[in-house]
């Protein structure tokens, strides 16, 4: 039990189809990410909120929509996904301590998406 | 930009073996450096931290990394390892101005014969 739970584990879509990810923490964090994991390259930051605030876009295409309604929740919408974007998609959350650092990341599970 | 390079992608070791997986990060400031393991089926979790003091620093399991400034590198380093050490090794860095924007590495796959 990571307490970072991300739903669904895994999902097929066609490039036409609109699906959401989800992604809640039980941590009391005040940070949380996205991240795409492919084969053989480095984990891609996409998205950082901060107490519900965006604060990192990592040029991530329009296609990638973010959303956090609350601490404990974040979504990724996703609309005309192309093939190559196909990964895992970690959720993780930290604390934001205002300082230098914030606390150590702690990772969901991932989704593993398939886009045909 | 920040960025982080791993130079293995693949280490094999036997059992009791020494390992040292390299870790070298391109930022001229102040930083904060991670290395994060990822076992068989299951997540991404923090193996060990550093933000500042001693370079050398500990972590779980018997794993130890050392920060080197003039060399930007945070090689981790483990005497003896076991066959329950096969798992991904990812280091990773974040600008102490900027703390939330993590990079990671592309990962060192660690598999040991046991």
């Known amino acids: 039990e990571t307490g970072v739970t991300q739903t669904p584990r895994h999902l097929v879509m066609g490039m036409t189809n609109k699906k959401s990810l989800k992604c809640e923490q039980h941590?009391?964090?005040?940070?949380m990410y996205w991240y795409k994991q492919s084969a053989k390259k480095p984990l891609e930051l996409m998205f950082v909120y901060n107490f519900k605030e965006q604060t990192e876009n990592n040029s991530v295409p329009s296609r990638f929509s973010p959303e956090c309604p609350n601490s404990s929740h974040l979504f990724l919408h996703l609309h005309t996904l192309q093939p190559e974007d196909s990964a895992l998609y970690l959720c993780?959350?930290?604390?934001?301590?205002?300082?230098?650092?914030?606390?150590?990341?702690?990772f969901g599970n991932g989704t593993r998406l398939t886009v045909t | 930009a920040q960025s982080v390079s791993q130079h293995n992608h693949h280490v094999i070791l036997s059992e009791a073996a020494s390992l040292e997986l390299g870790c070298n990060y391109s930022y001229g400031g102040t930083v904060n450096l991670f290395w994060y393991v990822q076992y068989p089926g299951q997540h991404l979790q923090l193996l060990l931290k550093y933000f500042s003091g001693d370079p050398l620093v500990k972590g779980i399991k018997g794993f130890e990394a050392e920060f080197i400034k003039s060399k930007f590198s945070f090689n981790l380093r483990k005497p003896s390892v076991q066959w329950s050490d096969t798992a991904e090794y990812f280091c990773?860095?974040?600008?102490?101005?900027?703390?939330?924007?993590?990079?990671f590495g592309s990962g060192t796959r660690l598999s040991i014969r046991p």
């Open positions: 990773a860095v974040n600008a102490a101005s900027s703390a939330s924007k993590i990079i």
């Open positions: 941590l009391g964090h005040n940070a």
């Open positions: 993780a959350s930290s604390q934001d301590s205002g300082s230098s650092y914030n606390s150590p990341l702690h």
